[in-house]
Each structure stands twice: as C-alpha cells, then as structure tokens.
C-alpha cells in the first residue's frame, strides 16, 4: 500500500470547516484513500473514501486532487466531538479484505 | 454502519495469567477478522489476520503462541494473551469487513492493564 503524509496536529475552532490534507505521492492507479477517525480510547471509525472524484456523506467531504497525489478531508461545522486522531490510508480495494496500515494520523483539536 | 462489540471493555490480570477477549460482529458474518494493538500515544499495529476454519495469520514479531486466536464462527474471533505480562497491557481492538461493503468496522476495543 502506499504510504501517506499527514500533518501531527491541526487546530480548529468550533463551528468552522475543518481541512485535513493527506499526501500520497506515490499511490498507484487502482488504490483508494479511506479516512477513519478514533475519539480518545475508542475504536476507529469509518468517515468516507475516493477513488478520484470528489465524495461527500453525512459525515465529510473528501477533495482528491487530479493528479491523486494529495487529498483532503473536510469536516464543514466543526463540533467538539470531532476532536479525534484522523488516519488517511490508501490501499487496495478488496472489500474489506485487506488488512489496514494505519499511519500516525492528525490529531485534530476542536476549540470552543 | 456493521456493528462490531468487543468483551470485555477493560480488564485487568495479574502477571502470568492468560485473558481472553471476544470479537462479534453482530449484524454480519465475517470471514476475516483483524486484531490490532495500540500502546499509548502511538497507532494501532496489526497483530494478526483471523480466519473462520483456518489458522490466523500473524504479522511478523509478533508472537503466535502467546496471543492464541480463534475464529470459531462465522460471527466470533478469539484473542487470548497466555502468560500475560505487564508489557502485554495495551488496547487491543478487532475489526472486521462489513458484510458486502468494502470498508472494514472497528470494535470498541478492549483495555488490558497486567499487574
């Protein structure tokens, strides 16, 4: 799978949009990028994967650059219960079969 | 979204006992189960790949005698740590694909503290 880049931390006030980037220089043509958050001592969990269009669901907005070699999640009203550790993976889709390498991820802060 | 339960939440053992932790996924069936370990301030590691009637699959260190794994079902896997101690206590989480969607879904987790 390829390896991804993201920043150790972000800040962002409460009820603004939240922007996490993901670099992933080296993705091939087929591989996807998923995003999972985990919320202090729980498990992770799913919030939305691309291919190569742009995605949005209930949760986030997920913005893939043309050249796939970067992307960013987009959380539109920041809530403080969107403080978490934020992974960007990229990886093969096999539905669900493939094991997950979770990098150090973006700790994201919500300030009241 | 699947729903993936994990039991206990938390435990805590003394040194050289052994622990067991189930992973159910309640609304699926699950073929593959993954388990992870995530000491704290660090990510999850995967420990191994659990498969319903075959041999799990470990990744490498890690190692398969002391954390013994069972997919007795096409809902449960098992993870006993044997001869725990106190370097064993971290978060272990499961995981398993959602039935007919291609993300995976993570159990709660489980806490073990060895004294």
């Known amino acids: 799978d390829a390896k991804t880049t993201q920043p150790p931390s972000m800040d962002c006030a409460e009820g603004r949009a939240a922007n996490l980037p993901c670099n992933h220089s080296t993705i091939s043509g087929n591989e996807y990028v998923y995003w999972y958050r985990q919320i202090h001592s729980q498990g992770p969990q799913y919030i939305i994967h691309?291919?190569?269009n742009n995605e949005t669901n209930e949760m986030a907005s997920l913005i893939i650059t043309e050249d796939r070699k970067s992307s960013t999640l987009i959380l539109p009203h920041a809530t403080l219960r969107d403080t978490a550790v934020y992974y960007c993976?990229?990886?093969?889709?096999?539905?669900?079969?493939?094991?997950?390498?979770f990098g150090t991820g973006t700790r994201l802060t919500i300030i009241p | 979204g699947a729903v993936v339960s994990q039991h206990p939440s938390r435990v805590i053992c003394k040194s050289g006992t052994s622990v067991k932790i189930e992973c159910r996924s309640l609304d699926f069936q699950a073929t593959t189960m993954f388990w992870y370990r995530q000491f704290p301030k660090q990510s999850l590691m995967l420990m191994a790949t659990s498969n319903e009637g075959s041999k799990a699959t470990y990744e490498q260190g890690v190692e398969k005698d002391k954390f013994l794994i069972n997919h007795a079902s096409l809902t449960l896997s098992t993870l006993t740590v044997t001869s725990a101690h106190p370097e064993d206590s971290s978060f272990y989480i499961c995981s398993a694909p959602g039935g007919g969607t291609d993300t995976q879904y993570f159990g709660p987790g489980t806490r073990l503290t060895v004294l």
């Open positions: 993976i990229v990886r093969f889709r096999n539905f669900g079969n493939e094991k997950l390498t």
């Open positions: 691309g291919l190569k």
